[in-house]
């Protein structure tokens, strides 16, 4: 093996600096940062899927207009309906960012199922049997503080939780979305033959 002419630089990495004390903290602030950032995002991603697994609906209590016209002084009365045949209660679910239209939510849903994009429909299709219940949905994404003995399934539900939470316009889900993308592509491939 012959060596290289000192003067001649070897194309490649950098050589690392020498491991210093303050080098050696930044790197474990770094390593730290990170861990409680997966974290976040996971229970983030879990606060999601229990609002949309126990699907808590709220019904703002709206006091109807009420017309005083059949109270004059006449005499006449004309029952009041109290807003039967009005326009249906708007209904909203509860989510981490807040209460959201229910209507829109289910709008969404749909609109990722029959979407042309088949990761998308896949997404829909998991967000769908969460709202409806469907036996085959976990109860829960996390086990303590990690995912739960199912990662990979419980990695899916949470980038769909997280997607949808995107598309309603969650802006603090953006940064978990990301971080559960980068782990579910890090998820080794099964093969089955």
């Given at each position: 093996m012959t060596t290289p002419h000192p003067e001649v630089k070897m194309p490649g990495r950098k050589p690392k600096p020498p491991i210093t004390i303050n080098r050696g903290r930044e790197q474990i602030r770094r390593l730290t940062a990170l861990r409680t950032e997966r974290r976040?995002?996971?229970?983030?991603?879990?606060?999601?899927?229990?609002?949309?697994?126990?699907?808590?609906?709220?019904?703002?209590?709206?006091?109807?207009?009420?017309?005083?016209?059949?109270?004059?002084?006449?005499?006449?009365?004309?029952?009041?309906?109290?807003?039967?045949?009005?326009?249906?209660?708007?209904?909203?679910?509860?989510?981490?960012?807040?209460?959201?239209?229910?209507?829109?939510?289910?709008?969404?849903?749909?609109?990722?199922?029959?979407?042309?994009?088949?990761?998308?429909?896949?997404?829909?299709?998991?967000?769908?049997?969460?709202?409806?219940?469907?036996?085959?949905?976990?109860?829960?994404?996390?086990?303590?503080g990690s995912w739960s003995s199912n990662r990979e399934g419980a990695v899916r539900y949470a980038v769909a939780v997280l997607t949808l939470a995107v598309r309603v316009g969650d802006v603090q889900a953006e940064r978990p979305l990301k971080h559960v993308q980068a782990e579910l592509a890090g998820l080794p491939v099964v093969v089955s033959v």
């Open positions: 976040d995002a996971r229970q983030y991603a879990q606060q999601w899927y229990a609002a949309l697994h126990t699907w808590d609906v709220h019904h703002p209590d709206v006091l109807p207009n009420i017309s005083y016209a059949p109270f004059r002084d006449q005499g006449a009365f004309d029952p009041l309906t109290m807003g039967d045949g009005g326009p249906p209660r708007k209904s909203y679910l509860r989510t981490p960012a807040g209460e959201i239209s229910e209507a829109e939510v289910g709008r969404l849903i749909t609109d990722m199922t029959t979407s042309r994009v088949p990761e998308t429909v896949q997404l829909g299709r998991m967000l769908d049997r969460l709202r409806r219940h469907d036996h085959g949905c976990m109860q829960s994404l996390l086990r303590g």
